[in-house]
Structures are given as C-alpha cells and as structure tokens.
C-alpha cells in the first residue's frame, strides 16, 4: 500500500504509479492511436465528409452518461469490498490485542511457557491468514513454539484453521490444570470466535468477484464505446481526433483497471492492504503485552 499525502498535488499528479498504469495500458493506447489514424486516412482518402458521413458524436454523448454509471458502480464496488478488507483487518488488530491483554491479566507472571507459547502462535495465525489469502502459508514464516510444530502443520491445507484449533485447545488445557477458570474462558472464547469469524469475511471477499456477466458486459460495453470513439470526433477534428482518442481511452481503461486491481485487496499490488505492515504490527504488540 501507498503511504502519500493527500494535500500535496504535484507529487500525486506525477506519481511513479501513473507510470504503471501507462506502462500497463501502452499497448492498448499504442493500438487505438494506429487504428484512429487509419481511419483519418481512410476519410481523407475516400473524401468522406459531414454530410455523407454525419459521425456519432450525439449517440456518443447518451453512451458516455450510461458508460459513466457504469463505470461509478464499478469502482464503488471494488472499493467497497477493499474498505470491508480494511474494517476486517482492523478487526483482527484489535481481537489480537484484546486476547493477549486478557491473557496477560489471567496467567501467572511466573508462567513464562505459556506466555512465550501465545506470543508465538498469536502472530503465528495472524501471518498464516495472511499468506493464505495470496499464494498459501509458508511456513518458514511462522514461528515454532515446540519441535513438532512444523511436522504437524504440514498435514493440515487450511493453516489458520488449525492454528486457530491449537489456541482452542491450549486455552481448554490452561483451564483443565486450573490456571484459568470459567469466567476466564468464557471471556477468551469471544476474541478467539473472533479469529475465524475475520479470516472466513476476507475469505468471503477473496473468493466472491464481481458478478462475471457484470463485469462481462462493461467489459463489452468499454470495447464498443472505444472503438467507435474516432467516428464520432473524425468530422469536427480531424487528425486531432487521435490525441482525443487516446486521451478517453487512458481515462475509461484506468478506472476500470484500478477497479480490478483494489477488488482483491490481499495481494501485494500497490493499492492493496497494509497486511504485512499490520502483521508485524500485531506481532510486536503481543509480544510487548505478554512478554514484558
């Protein structure tokens, strides 16, 4: 994710990302440039001129308002889902939190293991959900707490399901020697709840897109509206018409593209979440609160 300043333009209008965007959408652009030129020679060739050949430019203006619509509901859509990302990730800060602190009020200053087991296995599935919204939990990034632990993790596919099963049954055993009671584990089972309850909402957003007819169809509609943009300006501009074309193009392309981008919000593109920074961030917290 981008770290900027909202309030300074010239670094935001010049950004190094625009540059991306172009990069990206080159091919395209260097297409319609060529395409658009054709057809100005065409017209030239062939003597086509406004009465022969009226253009487009007021079927074009109706289309634009409908593309425009479109085109909003798209990018509010996708930054919905990229918001709904945010608020769960905040979720998990804060359940985080809240479980060690309760844990670091409940357990014996003198139990150093089962403080030093939490402040592991904590971030330990907080950084196991993490990657396994993108390719999959590696699990040289997580931290053993026993010998064992690697062994045994690499029999189970959904990581932080179990991750979460292992803080559920530690907290049980905790109660079962009497270092925690009732009241204690009725309190920890709301955050520990907590942990599935987030990692299923982001799974929830990872693994619904967009509707495909819907995104389909402005697909479609982005490609016919494009490609008989030069129609509709050729007459009133003539070989200008290429630098309009290319400008609409640019403008059309990057919201959508931007919009496929930030719908899913886990990976690692630049638009996307803080989920390492916020990773970390939590391990660091736990790790303050238990072992200090």
């Not at 040289?140 to 292992?166: I, V």
């Not at 942990?195 to 697909?219: H, Q």
């Not at 400008?247 to 496929?260: A, D, P, R, Y």
Request: net charge negative; glycine share 4%.
């Amino acid at each position: 994710m981008i770290n900027y300043n909202p309030k300074v333009w010239f670094s935001l209008v010049f950004h190094s990302y625009s540059k991306h965007v172009m990069k990206t959408l080159l091919p395209v652009l260097i297409f319609m440039a060529v395409y658009t030129f054709g057809i100005e020679v065409a017209f030239d060739i062939f003597n086509l001129s406004q009465e022969n050949f009226p253009g487009t430019l007021s079927m074009h203006s109706l289309l634009g308002i409908v593309l425009g619509l479109f085109l909003v509901f798209r990018i509010n859509s996708a930054y919905d889902r990229w918001w709904e990302g945010r608020k769960m990730w905040g979720g998990m800060v804060n359940s985080t939190r809240n479980f060690a602190l309760k844990l670091n009020a409940y357990l014996s200053k003198e139990d150093h293991e089962s403080r030093e087991w939490f402040a592991k296995m904590i971030p330990n599935f907080v950084i196991a959900s993490k990657e396994h919204l993108r390719r999959g939990t590696q699990l040289s990034e997580l931290d053993p707490p026993s010998d064992d632990f690697m062994h045994e993790m690499r029999g189970y596919k959904h990581k932080p399901n179990h991750l979460s099963a292992m803080l559920y049954s530690k907290v049980n055993d905790l109660h079962k020697r009497g270092d925690l009671s009732g009241f204690h584990l009725i309190n920890l089972d709301k955050e520990l709840k907590d942990f599935t309850d987030l990692i299923g909402a982001c799974e929830r957003i990872k693994n619904t897109p967009i509707p495909y007819s819907y995104s389909m169809y402005i697909k479609k509609f982005l490609f016919i509206y494009i490609i008989t943009l030069p129609f509709a300006f050729i007459n009133n501009f003539g070989y200008f018409t290429e630098i309009i074309v290319v400008l609409i193009t640019f403008i059309l392309l990057s919201v959508e593209l931007i919009s496929e981008e930030i719908e899913d919000p886990f990976g690692k593109d630049v638009n996307d979440l803080p989920t390492d920074e916020l990773s970390e961030k939590i391990k660091e917290n736990v790790k303050e609160i238990l072992m200090a």
